[in-house]
């Protein structure tokens, strides 16, 4: 079955940087794009980045533009998220997708909060 586990999170201080990982199992990885997700308190869940299958084309949402950076290693079934310049309202659960056969699959999250 499908499996992904996110990892990397943690308390950073505005303008820090931390790097998230996910580790995927169940499915043929290098075939599906990916996607991070983010939901902060109180808020709807937000798409943050895409990466297509071979990670030649990258999309993010505006108010990370130019901050984070999708990548993926198909061998290692993993995908991450490099964040850079944090900013207080980047605080949020943050999740890794797929999206396959009209399902979406999350993983547990990872809690990232920035704060001084």
């Known amino acids: 079955q499908v499996q992904l586990v996110e990892s990397g999170g943690g308390l950073v201080q505005p303008g820090g940087s931390l790097r998230l990982s996910c580790a995927a199992s169940?499915?043929?990885?290098?075939?599906?794009?990916m996607r991070w997700y983010r939901q902060a308190p109180g808020k709807e869940r937000e798409l943050v980045a895409t990466?297509?299958?071979?990670?030649?084309?990258?999309t993010y949402r505006d108010s990370v533009k130019g901050r984070f950076t999708i990548s993926r290693v198909n061998v290692k079934n993993t995908v991450y998220l490099q964040m850079n310049s944090l900013k207080p309202e980047d605080t949020a659960v943050y999740y890794c997708?797929?999206?396959?056969?009209?399902?979406?699959?999350w993983g547990q999250g990872t809690q990232v909060t920035v704060s001084s």
């Open positions: 997708n797929l999206y396959w056969g009209g399902t979406n699959y």
């Open positions: 990466i297509s299958t071979a990670g030649g084309t990258t």
């Open positions: 169940g499915f043929t990885f290098s075939s599906f794009a």
